[in-house]
C-alpha cells in the first residue's frame, strides 16, 4: 500500500547529518577521499556534502550518478570539474560506462556515499551504488555509505520479485521487488553478502527513522534527486506508473515536468478514447485515485511538440497497493490499445518477469496473478532480515 503520510523530518539524522560526529569524523579522517553524490546532497542545515568534505577533510575526487552532480542532466553525462571546489568530477552515467575504473579510484582509500534513492528497483542509484562497490573491493577502496530513510516507508513491500536471469542490468541490478522497502544502507549489505563481493563496507545509519513513518510533508526542503520528481507526490506516482514509460507512451515529462506521472496518453489517443480510457480506469474503483480525460503539447523525446491525449491522475494520498495498480492499468492499456500500444516492448526487467507480461497480454486475473507476487514477497521478507538497520 502505498502512503505518504506527514513526519516532522528535524526528529530524523540522515547519515549525512552525523558527519561531524567524533565516530563519523574520526572514520573519514587521514583518509584520501572520493565522493559519490548529488544535488540533494545537503544535510539539514542546507550544506552540501562536496563542501563538509572539502572543508574538513582529504577530498581528492567526485563522482557523479544519473541526473548529473549540482544540476539535473536528463541524459547522458560527461565528465568535467566541480566550479565550487575545482575537483575533478567523473561520471558515472555515461554512454560506455556506469562505473568507475581502476585508474579513477587509484590514490583512494574510501569512497562516501551519500544519494536520495525514491524506493524503487527501477530507479538507478542503488545500481550506480553496486558498480562502485564491484569496482573498490579489489583495490581494498573502503566504501562509508551516508544512510537516508526510504520515502515509501520500511514494512510494505510490494510487486514482483525480480527473476535471478534477468539481473544486473542499469534498472534491475538485484532480486529485489519493485517496492523493496530498505534503505540504500540496508541493500548495499544485502548485495555485499549475496554477490560476495568482500568491499569494505561501512553504512552510517540514519537515526529517529522508524520502518512504518512514510514521508510527506518534510520539514528540510525537498530536493528532486531528478528533474521529473519535482516533489513528493510525484515520487508516490513514479512508484505505480513508472513501468508505464517502456510503452510508446507520453508520462508528462519535459522541459518543466509539473506533469510528469501526473498524466499518461499519446497523440495517437483520441479525444473520445482518452474519455473511455478515463471512465474505464475510474471503473477499477481505486481508492484515492481518480482520472479526467486530459490533452497537452509533449515538450520531451518521442512525441515532443506534439499534441498527446489521454488522462490526468488525481491522488489524494490514500494508501495504494502500487503492483495492484500498475498490474490492472497495463492489463487495461493492453486491451484497449491492442494493436498501437507497443506491447512488444514491455520490459520484463522493469516488471520484474517475462512471466508477469504474459499474464497482462493474456488478461489474467489480478486476483491469480498476485497469488505468485505474494509468496515471492513473503520469502523476500524472510531473506532481507539479516541485512535491516533499523
Partial sequence: MLALTSLNSFAIDYGLDRLGTPKVSAKLSGKKLAVLTHAAGRDKNGLHLIDLLFRGFTLKKIFAPEHGLRTMADDWVEDGTDTDTGLPVISLYKRTSKGPTTKDLEGIDAIVIDLQDVGVRYYTYFSTIAEVMKAAAPLNVEIILLDRPNLLGGKIVEGKVLDASLAGSFTAYHTVPTRHGMSLGELALMINAEKQMKVHLTVIPASG???????????????????????????????????????????????????????????????????????????????????????????????????????????????????????????????????????????????????????????????????VIDKELKEFEERRKEFLLY
Fill in 209 to 371: 527513522w522508524a520502518r512504518e513513518n512514510l514521508l510527506f510533508t518534510m520539514d528540510r526542503p525537498w530536493i528532486a534527486p531528478s528533474p521529473a520528481l519535482l516533489d513528493l507526490d510525484q515520487v508516490g506516482l513514479y512508484a505505480i506508473w513508472g513501468t508505464l514509460e517502456n510503452f510508446n507512451l507520453a508520462v508528462g515529462r519535459g522541459q518543466i515536468n509539473d506533469e510528469a506521472f501526473r498524466v499518461i496518453g499519446a497523440p495517437w489517443i483520441s479525444k473520445a478514447e482518452s474519455v473511455t480510457l478515463a471512465k474505464e480506469l475510474n471503473a477499477l474503483r481505486i481508492a484515492g485515485l481518480t482520472f479526467e480525460p486530459h490533452s497537452w503539447v509533449v515538450t520531451r523525446a518521442t512525441y515532443v511538440g506534439q499534441k498527446a491525449q489521454g488522462v490526468k491522475i488525481f491522488w489524494d494520498r490514500t494508501e495504494v497497493r502500487t503492483d495492484e495498480l500498475t498490474y490492472k492499468v497495463a492489463s487495461l492499456l493492453v486491451r484497449l490499445f491492442r494493436g498501437r500500444l507497443n506491447i512488444e516492448k514491455m520490459s520484463a526487467a522493469s516488471y520484474g518477469s517475462m512471466s508477469m507480461i504474459e499474464a497482462i497480454k493474456k488478461e489474467v486475473s489480478w486476483g491469480e496473478f498476485s497469488k
